[in-house]
């Protein structure tokens, strides 16, 4: 496998991952009323910008 598609299945993976971190993040907002920040929500949107950040570096140090 060329490095090149290597690099592309990363960034698939990637985006899986962000997709999924998304929807958790989603689920843990609607599961309480909007001005109440539970630690699910915490923690859900720390792991959302984490993938989110991997996900940057990815994509600047390979330009897929």
């Known amino acids: 496998m060329s490095t090149?598609?290597?690099v592309c299945i990363e960034?698939?993976?990637l985006?899986?991952?962000y997709k999924a971190a998304l929807q958790a993040?989603?689920?843990a907002r609607n599961a309480y009323p909007i001005k109440i920040v539970s630690?699910?929500?915490l923690k859900a949107?720390?792991?959302l910008?984490?993938?989110e950040l991997k996900l940057?570096?990815?994509r600047a140090d390979h330009g897929c």
């Open 4 to 6: 090149l598609a290597a």
């Open 39 to 41: 630690p699910d929500i």
């Open 25 to 27: 993040w989603t689920e």
């Open 11 to 13: 960034e698939r993976e």
């Open 56 to 58: 940057k570096n990815h």
């Open 49 to 51: 910008d984490a993938v």
């Open 45 to 47: 949107t720390k792991h």
């Open 15 to 17: 985006q899986e991952e």
